[in-house]
């Protein structure tokens, strides 16, 4: 008898354990962005992250949602809007120092292990994470 309800009890438990573990990439059941291989530039505006280095060795990270980018380096914060024109991401600078730079892809992708030169920026990144936005809506 003690090991029939020993047997409904970790039945029990299997059953609790396996009805929590859902799926993330819809969102639903977890708070893990879905990470990918590479991205294509024309997708940027449904928002993703890309985490990587420079040459530095800093931190490099850029946002891309809807029509605007954040861009982190090293200690270095930007912000502004972006477009793509062909494989060439355009960033336009609005915070208070202004300008432009760009990241020429080559072929349309960002993708993990390749390193891009930020141009105009004397920047690069070597591209170690691409994930999904959740918080781009």
Request: proline share 2%; hydrophobic share 30%; net charge negative.
């Amino acid at each position: 008898m003690k090991e029939q309800w020993i047997g409904i009890l970790f039945s029990g438990i299997a059953m609790a354990v396996l009805s929590g573990c859902g799926g993330g990439s819809d969102g639903e059941g977890g708070n893990t962005p879905q990470s990918y291989m590479d991205v294509d530039v024309l997708d940027l505006h449904e928002g993703y992250i890309i985490n990587g280095h420079n040459d530095a060795h800093e931190g490099v990270t850029l946002i891309f949602c809807g029509s605007d980018y954040e861009y982190y380096s090293g200690t270095g914060e930007w912000y502004g809007h972006f477009s793509i024109n062909d494989d060439r991401i355009n960033m336009f600078d609005d915070t208070p120092t202004g300008g432009s730079y760009r990241i020429d892809t080559g072929n349309y992708l960002l993708e993990l292990g390749v390193e891009y030169s930020i141009d105009f920026q004397n920047d690069e990144i070597l591209v170690e994470e691409i994930l999904e936005d959740p918080a781009c809506t």
